[in-house]
C-alpha cells in the first residue's frame, strides 16, 4: 500500500482552542463593531484572520533565541541573518526591518516621490498606502485573468506584459518610482506568479532602465509553485528556484512574517550599493541601526533559521497542501471559491455566496461576521472595504471584488480543524438565503481603514 502523506514536523507545545455559543458571539460581533480586527482572539475558535507573524516556531527557532546577540551593533546574529539572506535570495546588501510595512517604508522613502507611478501586481494594501501616503499612483498590471475567479490557469499572479509595457513607454522614465511585483499575489488570492513572467519583468525593467523590485512575503510558495506548475522546474530545488526568482530583481522587500516562520521581523535586499546606502539612512530614523532594524538579536537569529525551514519542500507541500485540503472540502460542498486554490489562503467569492447583497451593503464583510457567528472563525475581507476610496474623489473602490480571505497559519492548525472550517461554511451556505442585508460604514480613517472601521447591520 502506498504510504500517506504525513506532516514534516511533530508538536511539542499546545495551546487551547476557546469554543464560544452562538449567544456570546453575536454579543462580541456587535460590541466589535463588526470589525473583525476588533475581536478579542478568546472571542475566536479557528483564527484565520491572517497567516502573518501566527506560525509556529520550530525547536531550532526557540533555540536559537537563547544564542541572540544583543550588541547594538555588529552582533553575530545580525551576521547570522545576513549570511541566510546572502544563501537565500542572492543579495549581497541588506537591512533588517522589524516587518513588511516597515520595509516599504524604508524603501519608498528613498524611491517614490509625489506624482510618481508604481506599476505592478494587485499591491498589497499597506504597499499601495505607503505609496498613496506618497501622493504617488500604484497601477494595477495584473492579468486579466486573475478576476475571473473560476478560470484554471497555473499563474494567475502574473504581470501582464503589456499593460506594464503601455505604463512605462506612455510615462517618462523619471515619473516611474519602481515595479513592485508581490509573490506571491495575495490581493489576487495567493496566487503564484511564473519565472517566465519575473524573466519578462526584468527584459522590461532594463529596456525602459527602471528598477524592479519583489514584495517577497510568500517568495518560498511562489517558488514551490513554479516547481510544481511551470515546465522546466519539477527537478529544481525550492532554493534553487528561489534565487532565479530573486535574480531577476534589484531588490526585495519581505515580511518574514509569512514565509520566514517567525512572529515579527522583516528585511530590505539589494543588489547596488547606492540604493542601499540611501536606505540606510532612512533605516536608522525609523528602524534603528543598520545592523538591527528594528529586531532583536534573538529575533534576527529565529528568522535566520526560519528562511531554512520555511523554503523546505516537503514543509511547503504540507503547507500547502493543507490549503488545497480545506478548498477541496470546501468546493465539495458547493461553496464558490476562487479557483485554483492560492498558497497561504482560501477565498471565498461572497458576490456568487451572497448575491442578493450590493456591494454597496459590503457582502464580503456581512459574510465575514456570519461566518464567525456561525462557529467563531475569523477570516479577513478582501474586497470593497480594504480597497479603501479614491484618493482623489473620495468615492469608494468598487472593483467588483468581494472576498472573504480564510488564510492558515504555518505549522499551527490540524486537518481536523480545516474539517470544522469547512463544515462551518457549509452551515452558512445552508441559510445563505435568511441573509438580506449588509453593513453600513459608521466610522472609518482616511487610509487603510479596515483595520480600524465602525459598522453596523442594515
Ligand atoms: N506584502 C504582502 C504581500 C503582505 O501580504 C503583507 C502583509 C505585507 C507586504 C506587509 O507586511 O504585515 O509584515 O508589515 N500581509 C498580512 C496579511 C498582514 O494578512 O496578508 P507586514
Given at each position: 500500500?502506498?504510504?500517506?502523506?504525513?506532516?514534516?514536523?511533530?508538536?511539542?507545545?499546545?495551546?487551547?482552542?476557546?469554543?464560544?455559543?452562538?449567544?456570546?458571539?453575536?454579543?462580541?460581533?456587535?460590541?466589535?463593531?463588526?470589525?473583525?480586527?476588533?475581536?478579542?482572539?478568546?472571542?475566536?475558535?479557528?483564527?484565520?484572520?491572517?497567516?502573518?507573524?501566527?506560525?509556529?516556531?520550530?525547536?531550532?527557532?526557540?533555540?536559537?533565541?537563547?544564542?541572540?546577540?544583543?550588541?547594538?551593533?555588529?552582533?553575530?546574529?545580525?551576521?547570522?541573518?545576513?549570511?541566510?539572506?546572502?544563501?537565500?535570495?542572492?543579495?549581497?546588501?541588506?537591512?533588517?526591518?522589524?516587518?513588511g510595512?516597515?520595509a516599504e517604508?524604508?524603501l519608498?522613502?528613498?524611491?517614490?516621490?509625489?506624482?510618481?507611478?508604481?506599476?505592478g501586481n494587485?499591491h498589497f494594501?499597506t504597499t499601495?498606502?505607503?505609496?498613496?501616503?506618497?501622493?504617488?499612483?500604484?497601477?494595477?498590471?495584473?492579468?486579466?485573468?486573475?478576476?475571473?475567479?473560476?478560470?484554471?490557469?497555473?499563474?494567475?499572479?502574473?504581470?501582464?506584459?503589456?499593460?506594464?509595457?503601455?505604463?512605462?513607454?506612455?510615462?517618462?522614465?523619471?515619473?516611474?518610482?519602481?515595479?513592485i511585483v508581490t509573490i506571491?499575489n495575495n490581493?489576487?488570492?495567493?496566487?503564484?506568479?511564473?519565472?517566465?513572467?519575473?524573466?519578462?519583468?526584468?527584459?522590461?525593467?532594463?529596456?525602459?532602465?527602471?528598477?524592479?523590485f519583489l514584495d517577497s512575503a510568500r517568495f518560498?510558495?511562489?517558488?514551490?509553485?513554479?516547481?510544481?506548475?511551470?515546465?522546466?522546474?519539477?527537478?529544481?530545488?525550492?532554493?534553487?528556484?528561489?534565487?532565479?526568482?530573486?535574480?531577476?530583481?534589484?531588490?526585495m522587500t519581505m515580511s518574514?512574517?509569512?514565509?520566514?516562520?517567525?512572529?515579527?521581523?522583516?528585511?530590505?535586499?539589494?543588489?547596488?550599493?547606492?540604493?542601499?546606502?540611501?536606505?540606510?539612512?532612512?533605516?536608522?530614523?525609523?528602524?534603528?541601526?543598520?545592523?538591527?532594524?528594528?529586531?532583536?538579536?534573538?529575533?534576527?537569529?529565529?528568522?535566520?533559521?526560519?528562511?531554512?525551514?520555511?523554503?523546505?519542500?516537503?514543509?511547503?507541500?504540507?503547507?500547502?497542501?493543507?490549503?488545497?485540503?480545506?478548498?477541496?472540502?470546501?468546493?465539495?460542498?458547493?461553496?464558490?471559491?476562487?479557483?485554483?486554490?492560492?498558497?497561504?489562503?482560501?477565498?471565498?467569492?461572497?458576490?456568487?455566496?451572497?448575491?442578493?447583497?450590493?456591494?454597496?451593503?459590503?457582502?464580503?464583510?456581512?459574510?465575514?461576521?456570519?461566518?464567525?457567528?456561525?462557529?467563531?472563525?475569523?477570516?479577513?475581507?478582501?474586497?470593497?472595504?480594504?480597497?479603501?476610496?479614491?484618493?482623489?474623489?473620495?468615492?469608494?473602490?468598487?472593483?467588483?471584488?468581494?472576498?472573504?480571505?480564510?488564510?492558515?497559519?504555518?505549522?499551527?492548525?490540524?486537518?481536523?480543524?480545516?474539517?470544522?472550517?469547512?463544515?462551518?461554511?457549509?452551515?452558512?451556505?445552508?441559510?445563505?438565503?435568511?441573509?438580506?442585508?449588509?453593513?453600513?460604514?459608521?466610522?472609518?480613517?482616511?487610509?487603510?481603514?479596515?483595520?480600524?472601521?465602525?459598522?453596523?447591520?442594515?
Open positions: 500500500m502506498e504510504l500517506p502523506f504525513i506532516e514534516p514536523y511533530k508538536i511539542k507545545m499546545v495551546e487551547p482552542v476557546y469554543t464560544s455559543t452562538r449567544d456570546q458571539r453575536e454579543k462580541w460581533i456587535s460590541d466589535a463593531r463588526f470589525n473583525m480586527f476588533n475581536l478579542k482572539s478568546e472571542q475566536v475558535t479557528i483564527d484565520l484572520l491572517t497567516d502573518s507573524g501566527t506560525g509556529a516556531m520550530s525547536d531550532r527557532q526557540w533555540s536559537v533565541l537563547m544564542l541572540g546577540d544583543e550588541s547594538y551593533a555588529g552582533a553575530s546574529s545580525y551576521y547570522n541573518l545576513k549570511n541566510a539572506v546572502a544563501e537565500i535570495t542572492g543579495f549581497k546588501y541588506f537591512l533588517p526591518t522589524h516587518q510595512r516597515a517604508n524604508v519608498f522613502s528613498v524611491l517614490v516621490r509625489e506624482g510618481d507611478l508604481v506599476p494587485s494594501d499601495k498606502g505607503h505609496i498613496e501616503f506618497r501622493k504617488a499612483i500604484p497601477v494595477d498590471c495584473t492579468v486579466d485573468i486573475a478576476s475571473d475567479f473560476t478560470k484554471w490557469d497555473p499563474f494567475k499572479g502574473n504581470v501582464d506584459l503589456d499593460k506594464l509595457e503601455d505604463v512605462l513607454k506612455k510615462n517618462p522614465r523619471e515619473k516611474i518610482a519602481c515595479i506571491t490581493t489576487a488570492g495567493g496566487q503564484p506568479v511564473s519565472m517566465a513572467n519575473l524573466r519578462g519583468i526584468r527584459g522590461l525593467a532594463d529596456k525602459y532602465g527602471v528598477k524592479f518560498a510558495e511562489n517558488a514551490w509553485f513554479i516547481k510544481t506548475r511551470e515546465e522546466g522546474y519539477a527537478d529544481k530545488t525550492i532554493r534553487e528556484i528561489a534565487l532565479e526568482m530573486f535574480s531577476y530583481a534589484d531588490g518574514a512574517k509569512k514565509d520566514a516562520i517567525v512572529n515579527m521581523g522583516g528585511f530590505i535586499g539589494f543588489r547596488d550599493d547606492e540604493t542601499f546606502r540611501n536606505a540606510s539612512t532612512y533605516n536608522i530614523i525609523y528602524e534603528g541601526f543598520i545592523t538591527y532594524g528594528g529586531m532583536s538579536g534573538r529575533d534576527m537569529n529565529a528568522l535566520a533559521q526560519g528562511l531554512y525551514e520555511g523554503t523546505d519542500y516537503e514543509f511547503l507541500s504540507s503547507r500547502i497542501g493543507q490549503t488545497d485540503y480545506l478548498g477541496s472540502k470546501m468546493k465539495e460542498y458547493g461553496i464558490p471559491v476562487l479557483e485554483p486554490f492560492g498558497g497561504h489562503a482560501i477565498f471565498i467569492d461572497a458576490k456568487r455566496f451572497l448575491p442578493q447583497i450590493p456591494d454597496e451593503e459590503f457582502p464580503a464583510q456581512a459574510l465575514c461576521v456570519e461566518i464567525y457567528i456561525e462557529g467563531g472563525i475569523r477570516g479577513t475581507e478582501i474586497g470593497t472595504l480594504m480597497a479603501d476610496r479614491d484618493p482623489v474623489t473620495r468615492e469608494n473602490r468598487f472593483s467588483g471584488k468581494e472576498l472573504v480571505r480564510l488564510a492558515i497559519p504555518r505549522r499551527v492548525y490540524t486537518d481536523n480543524h480545516m474539517d470544522y472550517v469547512a463544515a462551518v461554511v457549509k452551515n452558512v451556505f445552508d441559510r445563505k438565503d435568511s441573509i438580506k442585508k449588509g453593513l453600513r460604514i459608521v466610522s472609518e480613517a482616511p487610509i487603510l481603514r479596515h483595520f480600524t472601521v465602525e459598522m453596523e447591520r442594515i
